[in-house]
């Protein structure tokens, strides 16, 4: 939110504090000054400060504010018109081309002077016909005919808005001469309000914080209102249908109002604060709204009336049909549901509820008769009206965040007399209040130890009060406990121990965290212990790293359609329950995800066209929903995906391979080896989302702990992956946890040479290479260091239905070297047991 200062000393008298200050006690409360916008004046001097400064100065002897006393037609230009005017010390004639100053053309001089802002020559400004803000400076020159040094100024020019079409026309009140930067100058601070403070999204609200944080007197605006014309009660109905999306509905009326420009210090506030001017009423909804926080709605009463067929028209708040439609003020239709709120009278649909207003009742030109709004909505129900139709306003903004009913009768009454005093007209006699759900302000009590406990820093239970006090909490202390009444503009302290820590989070805003010292801990800190599945989560996580993994970390939300993909067309997949989200911030994230493997794919899709090599893996839970429990089953799960290249190119290969099979495979052992998990085998498997035939099944011990292989060309088809294959792996994490080893023997590296061989057998083709390979390592005994595959040969060689397999053997002995006879002897009882066992011939 942009907060000019000149608006925040209406409210606490900020004199004596600089701007760097000021933003820095601000930011000491949590209202995080982004960016200092100066108007007018010096920038800070040197390169070195806390915040960021922009802005245009206006030097006292360049910028002034002058008046127009006449204004001439160009002898030579229908399009260009002489002001005679006075900067306070001389008469001067100005050559424009502001079509505002059209109307006073060849009139004489005018009974009341126009105020200007008037730059003169050597003023440095911006160039009110180029794009965007590009500095020039003022030289004479003669513009057909006519010399010109100086010129009367544009909002543009000044560094104010956009708008560059006509000259500032000041108030009559400007003090002719004044240097402009002491008329108008400003400073606007960009302020990011937290969501739990928006109670601070106002003008008001910001100076409360300072006034408390300074120790300053915070001055209200003063709310008392003429009520001059008829009674209000019987001219209009109300009717709330659900208070619990409605709580409180307010209504006022203002008749004869004329629909003109607000004054000018009213459109430079709102200009500078990011809303455009528009009219004195709207102006006045706005001004009201960044005054103190409360959104208002404005509508055309006769319009009611005539919609009502000439009667007195009822108001009405209920939650829409399906499928009616409102067309709002920014030209756009909305096709409604019945979840979301909505103002109404007997005709139809007048506003969207705390969002924005609709196209047929809104206050126009020939507005004569304002009835004026002031409510509070749910602010969950208004958050889901605004995801659901992705509409943006700065009323749904503070009320999807939760504002106090008890605003909207000062944000009525306040709106009721600035309408007032900018477009005249006559208040009707009473206001009508329908508040049929008042909340309950807690009462919360907190003693002087818990304070000293958990924010470390002893302060008194008076200390405390105060500080509350300058909150506008109402306290009494009794003894060491203050008990604290919250004040009815804030919707976020709670009650019981979560209001306690409520109440030390604004003892410790206003005391100052600065001030909070640093202090050793009262007690020891307990024995550390280890968490053995913990840490072996750390060590998969290094172990997978290290094999030339990245790791993801994913959204767990997301939506049973999306997780669908990851099954074939033609497959059935079996229906299954979902965790759902009640308040979800997109219907494409409603559910938690039953799938680690779907979350992996959508990764890979998204990163496919970012990355030649993927190489991924997530830890992380799927959610199953138990029934007869509230909470679900959080199961930690792995997932694994490679696709791409091999290798990223270098100068020595610029054409890597395409991962395979066997690189997935080859992760998934070095990390079973890394974890020191034994008797690992794997088996031909069987899974929807992988390819028939290149699908493996991890096993323990003979239990399943995973499954990995190359996923199906129909659920590739599901995703944009590319051209290369991909291979994706799944683990549960409770096996690989339980089965790793933090503790496990390690062996002192050989003194005595190896001795090598290769043994070549053939078997029969269902028989696999692990089988194989068991049976050798169960024959060669202790001696046999080391077994490994280097080659597979199918031929008519070796005989239909059959294949040869060689491997190389490693015998090693840990205290002496093997002897010829030995080595030739564990030989012969390894081919006699794959003979024996598996049919196995020694190939020649």
Same mark, same amino acid.
């Given at each position: 939110?942009?907060?000019?200062?000149?608006?925040?000393?209406?409210?606490?008298?900020?004199?004596?504090?600089?701007?760097?200050?000021?933003?820095?006690?601000?930011?000491?409360?949590?209202?995080?000054?982004?960016?200092?916008?100066?108007?007018?004046?010096?920038?800070?001097?040197?390169?070195?400060?806390?915040?960021?400064?922009?802005?245009?100065?206006?030097?006292?002897?360049?910028?002034?504010?002058?008046?127009?006393?006449?204004?001439?037609?160009?002898?030579?230009?229908?399009?260009?018109?002489?002001?005679?005017?006075?900067?306070?010390?001389?008469?001067?004639?100005?050559?424009?081309?502001?079509?505002?100053?059209?109307?006073?053309?060849?009139?004489?001089?005018?009974?009341?002077?126009?105020?200007?802002?008037?730059?003169?020559?050597?003023?440095?400004?911006?160039?009110?016909?180029?794009?965007?803000?590009?500095?020039?400076?003022?030289?004479?020159?003669?513009?057909?005919?006519?010399?010109?040094?100086?010129?009367?100024?544009?909002?543009?020019?000044?560094?104010?808005?956009?708008?560059?079409?006509?000259?500032?026309?000041?108030?009559?009140?400007?003090?002719?001469?004044?240097?402009?930067?002491? =008329?108008?100058?400003?400073?606007?601070?960009?302020?990011?309000?937290?969501?739990?403070?928006?109670?601070?999204?106002?003008?008001?609200?910001?100076?409360?914080?300072?006034?408390?944080?300074?120790?300053?007197?915070?001055?209200?605006?003063?709310?008392?209102?003429?009520?001059?014309?008829?009674?209000?009660?019987?001219?209009?109905?109300?009717?709330?249908?659900?208070?619990?999306?409605?709580?409180?509905?307010?209504?006022?009326?203002?008749?004869?109002?004329?629909?003109?420009?607000?004054? =000018?210090?009213?459109?430079?506030?709102?200009?500078?604060?990011?809303?455009?001017?528009?009219?004195?009423?709207?102006?006045?909804?706005? =001004?009201?709204?960044?005054?103190?926080?409360?959104?208002?709605?404005?509508?055309?009463?006769?319009?009611?009336?005539?919609?009502?067929?000439?009667?007195?028209?009822?108001?009405?708040?209920?939650?829409?049909?399906?499928?009616?439609?409102?067309?709002?003020?920014?030209?756009?239709?909305?096709?409604?549901?019945?979840?979301?709120?909505?103002?109404?009278?007997?005709?139809?649909?007048?506003?969207?509820?705390?969002?924005?207003?609709?196209?047929?009742?809104?206050?126009?030109?020939?507005?004569?008769?304002?009835?004026?709004?002031?409510?509070?909505?749910?602010?969950?129900?208004?958050?889901?009206?605004?995801?659901?139709?992705?509409?943006?306003?700065?009323?749904? =903004?503070?009320?999807?965040?939760?504002?106090?009913?008890?605003?909207?009768?000062?944000?009525?009454?306040?709106?009721?007399?600035?309408?007032?005093?900018?477009?005249?007209?006559?208040?009707?006699?009473?206001?009508?209040?329908?508040?049929?759900?008042?909340?309950?302000?807690?009462?919360?009590?907190?003693?002087?130890?818990?304070?000293?406990?958990?924010?470390?820093?002893?302060?008194?239970?008076?200390?405390?009060?105060?500080?509350?006090?300058?909150?506008?909490?109402?306290?009494?202390?009794?003894?060491?406990?203050?008990?604290?009444?919250?004040?009815?503009?804030?919707?976020?302290?709670?009650?019981?121990?979560?209001?306690?820590?409520?109440?030390?989070?604004?003892?410790?805003?206003?005391?100052?965290?600065?001030?909070?010292?640093?202090?050793?801990?009262?007690?020891?800190?307990?024995?550390?212990?280890?968490?053995?599945?913990?840490?072996?989560?750390?060590?998969?996580?290094?172990?997978?790293?290290?094999?030339?993994?990245?790791?993801?970390?994913?959204? /767990?939300?997301?939506?049973?359609?999306?997780?669908?993909?990851?099954?074939?067309?033609?497959?059935?997949?079996?229906?299954?329950?979902?965790?759902?989200?009640?308040?979800?911030?997109?219907?494409?994230?409603?559910?938690? /995800?039953?799938?680690?493997?779907?979350?992996?794919?959508?990764?890979?899709?998204?990163?496919?066209?970012?990355?030649?090599?993927?190489?991924?893996?997530?830890?992380?839970?799927?959610?199953?929903?138990?029934?007869?429990?509230?909470?679900?089953?959080?199961?930690?799960?792995?997932?694994?995906?490679?696709?791409?290249?091999?290798?990223?190119?270098?100068?020595?290969?610029?054409?890597?391979?395409?991962?395979?099979?066997?690189?997935?495979?080859?992760?998934?052992?070095?990390?079973?080896?890394?974890?020191?998990?034994?008797?690992?085998?794997?088996?031909?498997?069987?899974?929807?989302?992988?390819?028939?035939?290149?699908?493996?099944?991890?096993?323990?011990?003979?239990?399943?702990?995973?499954?990995?292989?190359?996923?199906?060309?129909?659920?590739?088809?599901?995703?944009?992956?590319?051209?290369?294959?991909?291979?994706?792996?799944?683990?549960?994490?409770?096996?690989?946890?339980?089965?790793?080893?933090?503790?496990?023997?390690?062996?002192?590296?050989?003194?005595?040479?190896?001795?090598?061989?290769?043994?070549?057998?053939?078997?029969?083709?269902?028989?696999?290479?692990?089988?194989?390979?068991?049976?050798?390592?169960?024959?060669?005994?202790?001696?046999?260091?080391?077994?490994?595959?280097?080659?597979?040969?199918?031929?008519?060689?070796?005989?239909?239905?059959?294949?040869?397999?060689?491997?190389?053997?490693?015998?090693?002995?840990?205290?002496?070297?093997?002897?010829?006879?030995?080595?030739?002897?564990?030989?012969?009882?390894?081919?006699?047991?794959?003979?024996?066992?598996?049919?196995?011939?020694?190939?020649?």
């Amino acid at each position: 939110m942009k907060v000019p200062l000149t608006w925040l000393k209406d409210y606490v008298d900020l004199d004596d504090l600089g701007i760097e200050d000021l933003a820095k006690v601000m930011t000491m409360v949590g209202l995080e000054v982004e960016e200092i916008h100066l108007v007018g004046l010096p920038l800070p001097e040197g390169d070195r400060h806390e915040f960021k400064y922009t802005g245009l100065p206006w030097p006292a002897d360049k910028f002034i504010v002058a008046q127009v006393d006449e204004v001439l037609p160009h002898p030579n230009a229908d399009r260009l018109v002489l002001c005679r005017l006075n900067d306070g010390k001389e008469e001067i004639t100005v050559l424009t081309g502001a079509p505002n100053l059209y109307d006073y053309k060849g009139k004489g001089p005018l009974d009341e002077p126009l105020k200007v802002a008037y730059a003169r020559e050597g003023a440095e400004l911006y160039d009110g016909h180029q794009p965007g803000y590009q500095l020039t400076m003022l030289k004479r020159m003669k513009i057909r005919g006519v010399e010109s040094f100086s010129m009367i100024c544009s909002e543009k020019e000044l560094g104010l808005t956009e708008a560059h079409e006509g000259v500032i026309l000041l108030d009559a009140d400007a003090p002719t001469g004044m240097p402009l930067a002491d =008329y108008m100058g400003d400073a606007v601070f960009d302020v990011d309000t937290l969501p739990n403070m928006v109670r601070d999204a106002s003008v008001l609200g910001m100076a409360r914080e300072i006034a408390a944080a300074t120790g300053k007197e915070l001055h209200y605006p003063d709310d008392s209102l003429e009520m001059a014309g008829p009674a209000l009660e019987g001219r209009v109905g109300l009717e709330i249908m659900d208070p619990e999306l409605n709580p409180r509905f307010m209504l006022g009326m203002l008749e004869g109002v004329a629909i003109q420009p607000s004054p =000018y210090w009213v459109r430079r506030r709102l200009s500078l604060a990011g809303m455009r001017p528009i009219n004195a009423v709207v102006d006045a909804t706005n =001004y009201v709204m960044l005054e103190i926080g409360e959104p208002l709605h404005a509508f055309d009463y006769d319009i009611l009336v005539e919609r009502a067929g000439g009667k007195a028209p009822t108001i009405i708040t209920r939650t829409a049909e399906d499928g009616e439609k409102l067309t709002t003020l920014d030209g756009a239709e909305h096709t409604l549901d019945s979840n979301m709120e909505l103002v109404t009278d007997t005709a139809g649909v007048l506003s969207l509820a705390g969002v924005m207003g609709g196209e047929e009742s809104e206050v126009n030109d020939q507005t004569c008769n304002v009835l004026l709004e002031g409510a509070s909505w749910n602010f969950i129900n208004i958050r889901k009206t605004v995801s659901k139709l992705k509409i943006t306003s700065e009323a749904a =903004y503070r009320f999807s965040r939760g504002i106090h009913p008890a605003l909207a009768e000062l944000g009525l009454r306040l709106c009721l007399k600035r309408m007032q005093e900018w477009g005249g007209g006559t208040i009707a006699q009473g206001l009508i209040d329908h508040y049929p759900n008042p909340p309950e302000d807690p009462l919360v009590e907190i003693s002087v130890d818990w304070v000293d406990n958990n924010l470390g820093v002893a302060i008194s239970p008076d200390e405390i009060a105060k500080i509350l006090t300058r909150l506008e909490f109402e306290c009494s202390v009794d003894g060491d406990t203050v008990t604290a009444k919250t004040p009815q503009h804030r919707l976020d302290i709670h009650d019981g121990l979560i209001g306690r820590a409520d109440l030390l989070e604004e003892i410790s805003r206003i005391y100052g965290y600065d001030k909070i010292p640093s202090r050793r801990l009262n007690q020891p800190l307990p024995p550390q212990r280890m968490s053995q599945e913990m840490a072996m989560e750390d060590t998969l996580r290094d172990l997978l790293v290290n094999l030339g993994l990245q790791e993801l970390i994913a959204y /767990r939300m997301t939506a049973p359609g999306r997780e669908a993909r990851r099954f074939p067309p033609d497959y059935a997949a079996p229906e299954v329950d979902y965790v759902e989200i009640q308040n979800p911030i997109t219907v494409d994230r409603r559910v938690m /995800r039953r799938s680690i493997l779907a979350t992996m794919l959508e990764i890979l899709e998204y990163n496919s066209t970012l990355s030649e090599r993927l190489a991924m893996f997530e830890i992380g839970p799927v959610f199953h929903p138990v029934a007869g429990q509230q909470l679900p089953d959080e199961k930690m799960m792995l997932s694994i995906g490679l696709t791409g290249l091999r290798s990223m190119p270098t100068w020595q290969k610029d054409k890597p391979e395409i991962v395979d099979f066997y690189d997935l495979k080859g992760v998934v052992e070095g990390m079973l080896a890394g974890l020191h998990i034994d008797n690992v085998t794997y088996a031909a498997g069987e899974d929807p989302s992988l390819h028939p035939g290149k699908t493996a099944d991890v096993l323990v011990d003979g239990e399943k702990v995973g499954v990995m292989g190359e996923l199906h060309p129909l659920v590739k088809a599901n995703y944009e992956l590319g051209d290369a294959p991909v291979y994706v792996a799944e683990f549960a994490l409770a096996p690989l946890v339980g089965k790793a080893k933090i503790l496990f023997d390690v062996e002192a590296i050989p003194t005595y040479p190896p001795v090598l061989e290769d043994l070549a057998v053939v078997v029969a083709d269902d028989v696999t290479a692990a089988q194989v390979e068991e049976v050798i390592r169960r024959g060669g005994g202790e001696y046999l260091a080391k077994v490994q595959l280097f080659d597979i040969f199918k031929g008519k060689q070796v005989g239909e239905g059959r294949k040869s397999l060689a491997f190389s053997l490693t015998y090693i002995a840990p205290d002496r070297t093997l002897t010829d006879k030995e080595v030739s002897k564990l030989r012969q009882k390894v081919i006699f047991l794959l003979g024996k066992e598996l049919g196995a011939e020694l190939r020649s």
